[in-house]
Structure formats: C-alpha cells, structure tokens
C-alpha cells in the first residue's frame, strides 16, 4: 500500500501545508488503524480514500494526529492531487463523500491548480470571550463565531508576530463550534498581493497551529466577502516558515477554494 506527502496550497515544495494521503482501498480500515497510523505520519492530517463503482467518486476521512475531523481543505486538494496528478485518474473532477456531504473537486487553471466546491459556513458576531486576550497576548477588534472562533486583530504585522498562549487557547470557553481552535485575520498590507493575513491554531484537535487551512476559509470567505463587497478574496495564511496561498469565490451558499499542490514524497507501507 502506498501514500503520497503532498503540501497542498503551495506553488512549491516545503510551504503550504502537508498532507498524507493514502492510496486507495476497497474497504476503510480499522478506525484504530487509521488513528495510529495518522499519529504515526505526524501530519495535520492523513487522508483515507476507498473506491465506488463510479471512477470519478470516492469516500475520503480525515484523521489527524488526535482525532478523525469532519471536514478538511488541504487534504482534500492532496487527495484530488494523488488522484489526478499521480495516479492519472483521466477525468475533469472527482467527488469525494464525506462526513460534511459531497465535495467536488477539478482541475483549475494553471500547472497542479484545483477548484473545490465546499459549503460555506457563515459566523455570527460574537460577544467578549473570557481568556481570549491573555491567551492570545493582544487585545481583539472583532470576535466572530462558526465552525471556529474567528478573531480579528488590527493589522497584518500582529497576526504575523502573534505568539499565543496554546494551552490557554485551548481552554477557553468559546461560542465557537469546535472548543480549542481559533482563527485569528487582519486585512493585509498595501501593495501585498491578497487581500488578508490570517493564521490557525487549532489545539482542539490535536495541532497546534494549521499551516494551511481550507475549512477555516469557508468560514473567512463569507466574512470578508460582505466586508470588502466582491465575492474573490485572496488570502495568505502566514505559518511562520511555510505559509499558503488559498483564493476563495462565494457562489451562493458554497465556497470554490482554488490552490495548487506540490508532491514531495511517494512511500510504502509496510503494514
């Protein structure tokens, strides 16, 4: 059985974010399996995939290094990655059935390119959050709420020099859905070639901080949509030393999440 290492959103190698995907089987694994084998990776996640009887359509799970999550982009855009780029699957999309219903993925424009169709998730103003400014070490402009805690600070150079309190963040009683996971965003710079700066720290789950992460923009796609008035936001999210680059397009109550991914290791499993 083989698996691929992919860094999804990244033109090239060792930037965006890295995702294990597995080749695909018949049946899942053993979900125990599937954990041990997710921690033993050491990604933010490892992507499992199992054939239909369709060549175009797959069941995907995401296992990180804690827990199997319900939705993830950037392993997503891998396993589109493996299919159509390393094992040539020779069609236009493919559609992957998942714990967050159907998401489609196709080739975009551009060399290694892929549009996703995800379901937008919308956050709701959010009153103060007891915690969160020790936690983060700055004080919040603005506090949103959905999937995860949307927070934003007041310029582009604090997301990038902010150094939380992780275990404090991952304590905090929060309207978000997911406790331990937070998403801090800042408009960027003049004369940056996207439009925000955000980053994701996600302890809830098992990871510290997400290089790059997919959900987490359907959540800043509807958000800095209505804010800036125009349905393309460029984002850059700013993992120190890796970073991605993710496009989102509102087309109604979905998210297209456009980005490139770069294959950095083929490997067998000897188990």
């Known amino acids: 059985m083989r698996q691929w290492t992919v860094d999804a959103f990244a033109a090239r190698p060792f930037m965006g974010n890295g995702a294990c995907v597995v080749e695909p089987q018949l049946a899942w694994r053993d979900d125990d399996w599937m954990q041990a084998l997710a921690r033993e990776n050491n990604l933010s996640e490892t992507a499992f995939l199992i054939r239909s009887d369709r060549p175009d359509r797959f069941g995907l ?6 827990r199997e999550v319900d939705l993830c982009g950037h392993a997503t855009l891998a396993s589109a990655h493996v299919l159509l780029g390393e094992l040539a699957l020779d069609v236009e999309a493919v559609t992957f059935d998942t714990a967050s219903g159907p998401l489609i993925v196709k080739r975009g424009p551009g060399k290694d390119a892929y549009e996703m169709d995800f379901p937008a998730d919308p956050p709701r103003r959010a009153g103060p959050v007891a915690g969160l400014a020790e936690a983060l070490g700055v004080e919040p402009i603005e506090v949103w709420a959905a999937r995860y805690l949307v ?121």
């Open 61 to 66: 799970r995401w296992f990180t290094p804690g």
């Open 151 to 271: 927070v934003m600070l007041k310029d582009a150079a604090t997301v990038r020099n902010l150094t939380p309190d992780i275990a404090a963040l991952n304590t905090l009683v929060s309207p978000a859905g997911e406790p331990g996971e937070v998403i801090v965003c800042a408009p960027a710079d003049d004369g940056d070639p996207y439009d925000v700066v955000d980053r994701f720290f996600a302890p809830g789950c098992g990871v510290p901080e997400d290089p790059a992460t997919g959900s987490a923009h359907c959540i800043l796609a509807p958000l800095w949509t209505d804010r800036l008035g125009r349905a393309r936001v460029d984002f850059f999210q700013a993992f120190p030393t890796r970073g991605g680059d993710i496009t989102t397009e509102m087309r109604g109550d979905r998210v297209i999440l456009t980005g490139q991914a770069v294959t950095t290791v083929e490997s067998r499993l000897r188990v």
